[in-house]
């Protein structure tokens, strides 16, 4: 079965170093995201792909993340220098498309959970 | 007022009972509404998607949208303790048709 595939899915890190996500998307599927869920709330949007395009970016701290996918298929989240309050799971989920209707569907990777100590 | 609000809960049902989910949300021209299902510790699983006015069902699963009254929700018949879980609505909205999320509600079913 087709799925999202994320690594680590554990990270510790130490305040001010960096740390890199990794997610490949299901095959074809056009659209990435990647999401900061905190404990207790729900996803928030940080940067979405279409193919190798960033449409939305509003979300993403510039001044300490970065996120690429070149080649419009696997994606990477960068994080430099970490802070403590960027302990958080970092969800990556793809769909067919954006927009409306049938095909916009997201799916998600089992997600990496990051602390900052 | 946030794009997306759910009641955050917890909710409690009996195990057998109909747990009831809502969600309501602020752009008038959003067309895609998901419901996501997620246990602790895990990431979000689709459950439910919606697209047009009136009810969805799927099993035990009823998805019903008021687009005039800009509201969504999720129906679960015959609850049983694994649909202890969040429930995480999400909207696509937005100039890009971003996938908002709600801050989940948190569903516990007694055994």
């Known amino acids: 079965e087709a799925e999202v595939a994320q690594s680590p899915r554990y990270k510790i890190t130490e305040k001010s170093q960096a740390v890199a996500f990794w997610c490949d998307p299901i095959s074809g599927h056009a659209t990435l995201y990647w999401y900061r869920q905190i404990l207790g709330q729900g996803p928030e949007l940080l940067v979405q792909?279409?193919?190798?395009?960033?449409?939305?970016d509003s979300q993403l701290p510039k001044d300490r993340f970065s996120a690429e996918r070149l080649k419009g298929v696997d994606s990477t989240l960068k994080i430099q220098p970490a802070e403590l309050g960027d302990s958080a799971m970092y969800l990556c989920?793809?769909?067919?498309?954006?927009?409306?209707?049938?095909?916009?569907?997201?799916?998600f990777g089992q997600g990496t959970r990051l602390t900052v100590v | 007022q946030k794009e997306v609000e759910q009641n955050s809960g917890p909710l409690s049902v009996p195990e057998g009972a109909i747990a009831s989910l809502n969600c309501t949300y602020s752009?008038?021209?959003?067309?895609?509404f998901f419901w996501y299902r997620q246990y602790s510790g895990k990431s979000p699983e689709l459950i439910m998607s919606i697209y047009s006015n009136g009810d969805k069902e799927d099993g035990r699963f009823t998805a019903q949208l008021n687009k005039a009254s800009q509201y969504v929700s999720l129906l679960i018949r015959d609850s049983q303790p694994s649909d202890s879980a969040t429930y995480l609505c999400?909207?696509?909205?937005?100039?890009?048709?971003?996938?908002?999320f709600g801050s989940g509600t948190q569903l516990t079913v007694l055994p």
């Open positions: 999400a909207v696509n909205s937005g100039s890009a048709r971003q996938l908002t």
């Open positions: 989920a793809s769909s067919s498309r954006a927009g409306t209707g049938s095909g916009t569907e997201a799916f």
């Open positions: 752009d008038r021209v959003s067309q895609s």
């Open positions: 792909f279409q193919d190798e395009s960033v449409v939305d």
